[in-house]
């Protein structure tokens, strides 16, 4: 059995041939298996967003192969990217990026809108991940009414709502105090029961260095090195 | 006649759909020249996003075109009112020959975009994009189609002339009667029926088969076929049908159906008939798409919908183009 | 079906959105509406007007001959009838009297027309037109609803002649308040009183009216009569229905092309509305994009905003201008269409609202909206997926 995600000699270019040219990721060879915790770990601006970027079908690599959940990605358009993303992929981000306006459920079912999810299905779907969560009150509350600690869980929620078998989290922890970092691994954690692989990018002790995390990936400069 | 409110609403339409087209075919040149799906460029991210907008272009087009089909009719009827000899949109349509060329190509305009939006199914179907080159080159092939329909349509507008009463001593006379009168011969009443209901029959049993197994030679056959029932169904519903609708025996006029005296029933009837013809011929065309190029699949479920599609728009339309015949020879009328 | 329900959330969605931005929707409805009412008031009066016109016209004569000199209208000689009468299917030929009397008490006029009913093809009908009383004998009249309330209601009415000696007519009857369109501000009188009222010989006409046996044969007819009498201008039904709606629509378009200049700074303000995204908008775009939107989704979300936006704006916009003809008698235009005479003003307009006069409209204002939307719309959908990422 192949690993879920593999990477072979992946290199991104950010304005490729032009004066502001930035190649941000160099020769990536990486394989994760199925169900692993792993941790990019990384200075700021050593590539870890723009190897999360790729992980998650957000962007092609500029050369170089790129196999995700079964998919052969190398260079392939962003509308097939997309249509991956939205099976395989659950982002968590670092400031959740929630719409303030919408309501919790509102916010939580957002990726199930293209998908032709009908509005009962996605009220259940939404109800029953916020009870596993514990913000099942919240449901019809706008997110910008809601505490820092039910956010971050409305952010996982909406990560969950489509069952992706990936969960990327980049830098989930940079704005959270250390008892809601703590509270999201544990949830992590939770997650990885279920037989999620779950990806984090940080440079944050608490998450290299909390139990749940399997593996840590080091990456400076565009290039990978074991930490 | 261009100070008139529908020849204003013409002409913007046509604008319209030219800067629409026009931005397209921007696009469509950038992406011949310069489209590279192996490189990572900064050029290419972008040419990926402009082809997104040039589809987007073309069904607004494709939408406008269609307003602008109906517009057209329905101004020629409203110009009837002040061209002398004209009594209804026959009449106004043939008052130059600009008219009829003008409208024959806006229908074709509103098939073609419709058919490149069929190959623009196909093309975003496979990762590899196979007919994206086709694509791009048939775009701009459909911008003389779009010259020649604003040339004939403003043409036709210029050589409209409004009978206004002069304040000088001569009389203004129109071209004198018979400008009212009809649009081609009439054809036998009962052999034209009997053809266009067979015909009818055969289509669905065709849909019939084709619904369960695409053969390529009755794919072909019933493509061939749909084009024939359009044109025959145009020249019934003018010479025959139309009259029963209107209960007047010689007033044989295509367009006055989508009149309200009559309860727009026209707007169902064509609403019905061109789209099941455009799926019944595109259907057939989808064939042309090469098997190399990867697409059998998507290929043969656009045929099975279209196939569908067209088998139940022509139930439509048979019901309500036969509604008032049946009627009246229900009711007694000699039969 | 999943293409349909992805539609349906995607309106839902736009719905939300709009309502979130509602100040912004809100501005932009209102000022689209103003051009919508405009434009579609503008099109419900010339159409009424038209009908209207095209109403009276049916009373008219098949042909009217009027005698011409230097380009304009004179009286033309009684005696004329004579050198027709050898046209086969001429029914009949009725000199008419006709014109304005200035009532300067009221600084109105008033229509004076003389025929003789009994010479009338519809005659009879002018008989049924009459409320109370009867048609008019000798030094008799019968007068419309406004031009009654104007003399005051007395039996005996005095009018000036051009040498300002007095004319007195009995008044016999009143027409109907349901023939207003054609009688409101009418004086009806036998030919000769109207003669002497403005001081024509008796073998002078305003004009001569011509009945047809076969309505076929109208063209041929004023031909002949053309040919036969040099110096007259001939006019048929027709051709005056004809130059109504030539007129009247080339009044409708010369406006449309004057308010598509509202329209255009309209759509630049709509130009401008879409395509200034707001920080906000940006991040909104970027995370719809990142959580699985395909661009065209996005496109979709803002024609739907669009579709929404217009629609709303075009029911607002045209149930106004429809409010604004039919109970305020266009108050804002009818100036402009139209010298009416000061009497008029009651006149009820009534416009028949057809599909394909929404059409126009919708066409005229609707299209280059959703047309000049496009291209913003695009823009803000390719804001890249990543800039959710920060
Ligand atoms: N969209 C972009 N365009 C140009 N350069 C970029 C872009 N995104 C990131 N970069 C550059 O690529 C490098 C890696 O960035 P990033 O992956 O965001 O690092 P990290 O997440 O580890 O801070 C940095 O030098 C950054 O400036
Ligand atoms: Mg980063």
Request: hydrophobic residues 50%; glycine residues 8%.
């Amino acid at each position: 059995m192949t690993a879920l995600i593999e990477l072979a000699n992946v290199d991104k270019t950010y304005n490729q041939g032009q004066v502001n040219e930035v190649k941000a990721l160099k020769g990536i060879n990486l394989e994760i298996e199925a169900g692993s915790v792993v941790c990019l770990q990384g200075s700021s601006g050593s590539g870890k967003s723009t190897l999360l970027s790729i992980i998650g079908c957000v962007f092609p690599p500029t050369s170089g192969r790129a196999a995700i959940a079964g998919k052969q990605l190398s260079r392939l358009p962003d509308r097939f990217l997309t249509l991956h993303r939205r099976a395989s992929i659950g982002f968590i981000f670092q400031r959740f990026n929630l719409l303030p306006e919408l309501t919790v459920q509102d916010n939580i079912t957002l990726p199930l809108m293209p998908l032709g999810v009908g509005p009962r299905e996605r009220k259940e779907r939404a109800a029953r991940l916020m009870e596993r969560l514990g913000i099942g009150h919240r449901a019809g509350f706008p997110a910008r009414q809601i505490s820092g600690g039910e956010l971050q869980r409305v952010a996982i929620a909406r990560a969950l709502i489509n069952d992706p078998p990936i969960i990327l989290a980049d830098e989930p922890t940079a704005h959270l105090d250390h008892a809601l970092s703590l509270t999201f691994m544990e949830i992590m954690r939770e997650l990885h029961r279920d037989g999620k692989t779950i990806i984090l990018t940080s440079h944050d002790q608490l998450i290299t260095g909390h139990p749940a995390v399997e593996r840590l990936i080091g990456l400076s400069d565009g290039m990978l090195h074991v930490p | 006649m261009f100070l008139n409110p529908w020849s204003v609403a013409l002409c913007l339409l046509s604008l319209v759909v030219l800067i629409l087209l026009g931005i397209a075919s921007r696009t469509a040149v950038k992406v011949l020249r310069h489209w590279n799906p192996a490189s990572d460029s900064n050029r290419q991210i972008s040419l990926e996003n402009e082809t997104w907008l040039s589809s987007t272009l073309v069904q607004y087009a494709l939408g406008f075109q269609l307003f602008s089909l109906v517009l057209f009719v329905l101004a020629a009827d409203n110009f009837s009112h002040v061209i002398s000899g004209a009594m209804c949109a026959v009449g106004s349509l043939t008052a130059n020959r600009y008219g009829m060329p003008a409208l024959w190509l806006k229908l074709a305009g509103a098939f073609l975009y419709g058919l490149w939006l069929v190959v623009h199914h196909f093309d975003i179907s496979s990762e590899r994009y196979p007919l994206l080159k086709f694509k791009y080159a048939a775009l701009l092939g459909l911008m003389p189609l779009l010259g020649a329909d604003i040339a004939c349509q403003t043409l036709y507008l210029a050589g409209l002339k409004p009978d206004i009463i002069t304040s000088c001593c001569a009389v203004v006379f129109g071209e004198g009667e018979g400008k009212g009168g009809n649009l081609m011969a009439s054809l036998p009443e009962n052999r034209t029926l009997a053809l266009f209901y067979g015909l009818a029959a055969v289509l669905a049993v065709l849909g019939h088969f084709l619904f369960r197994r695409r053969r390529p030679s009755l794919m072909w056959l019933s493509g061939g076929l749909w084009a024939v029932f359009v044109g025959l169904s145009l020249a019934a519903i003018t010479s025959v049908f139309s009259s029963y609708v209107y209960a007047m025996p010689y007033h044989h006029c295509p367009f006055c159906l989508l009149k309200p005296e009559y309860g727009y029933i026209g707007f169902l009837i064509y609403g019905a008939l061109l789209p099941a013809g455009f799926f019944g011929i595109s259907a057939a065309l989808a064939s042309l798409v090469p098997a190399a190029s990867g697409l059998s699949a998507v290929v043969d479920r656009f045929q099975r919908r279209a196939v569908l599609i067209s088998c139940l728009l022509l139930v439509v339309f048979v019901i309500s183009v036969s509604y008032h015949l049946v009627l009246y020879r229900l009711s007694g009328g000699e039969g | 079906m999943n293409g349909l329900s992805r539609q349906l959330n995607v309106i839902d969605y736009s719905l939300s959105s709009l309502w979130r931005r509602r100040f912004k929707s809100i501005s932009v409805m209102v000022v689209f509406a103003a051009v919508i009412f405009l434009l579609a008031s503008f099109q419900m009066t010339t159409k009424a007007l038209t009908q209207a016109a095209s109403r009276l016209l049916v009373m008219a004569p098949e042909i009217t001959i009027q005698k011409m000199r230097a380009g304009r209208q004179e009286p033309i000689p009684v005696a004329y009838q004579k050198q027709l009468a050898g046209i086969f299917g001429i029914r009949r030929i009725t000199p008419r009297v006709w014109g304005y009397y200035f009532n300067e008490t009221h600084a109105a006029n008033l229509t004076v027309i003389g025929v003789d009913p009994r010479l009338m093809p519809l005659g009879e009908k002018l008989a049924s037109a009459i409320d109370t009383g009867r048609l008019p004998g000798d030094h008799e009249v019968v007068l419309g609803q406004g031009a009654e309330e104007l003399l005051g209601g007395n039996r005996i009415i005095s009018l000036f002649r051009p040498d300002l000696s007095l004319k007195p007519l009995t008044v016999v009857g009143r027409f109907r308040p349901a023939t207003d369109l054609l009688t409101y501000d009418t004086l009806f009188l036998p030919p000769d009183d109207a003669r002497d009222l403005f001081l024509l010989p008796p073998e002078l006409a305003t004009d001569l009216c011509v009945t047809v046996a076969n309505p076929s044969e109208v063209d041929t007819i004023a031909k002949k009569i053309a040919a036969l009498l040099p110096g007259t201008r001939v006019l048929t039904r027709g051709q005056i229905e004809k130059t109504y709606h030539a007129v009247f629509g080339w009044r409708s378009g010369f406006a449309s092309v004057c308010l598509l200049t509202a329209l255009t700074s309209f759509i630049i303000f709509a130009w401008d509305k879409a395509s200034g995204l707001t920080p906000e908008e940006r991040r909104e775009i970027g995370i719809l994009k990142i959580v699985g939107w395909q661009t065209a989704d996005v496109i979709l979300l803002r024609f739907w905003e669009g579709v929404i936006v217009a629609l709303l704006s075009f029911v607002a916009g045209y149930t106004l201008a429809y409010v604004h003809v039919a109970f305020f008698d266009a108050g804002l235009f009818r100036p402009i269409m139209l010298g009416w005479s000061v009497l008029h003003p009651r006149l009820r307009l009534s416009p028949g609202v057809e599909l394909s006069d929404v059409l126009l409209v919708l066409c005229l204002t609707v299209v280059p909206y959703l047309a000049a939307t496009v291209v913003p719309a695009w823009r803000a959908a390719i804001i890249r997926a990543d800039s959710a990422l920060n």
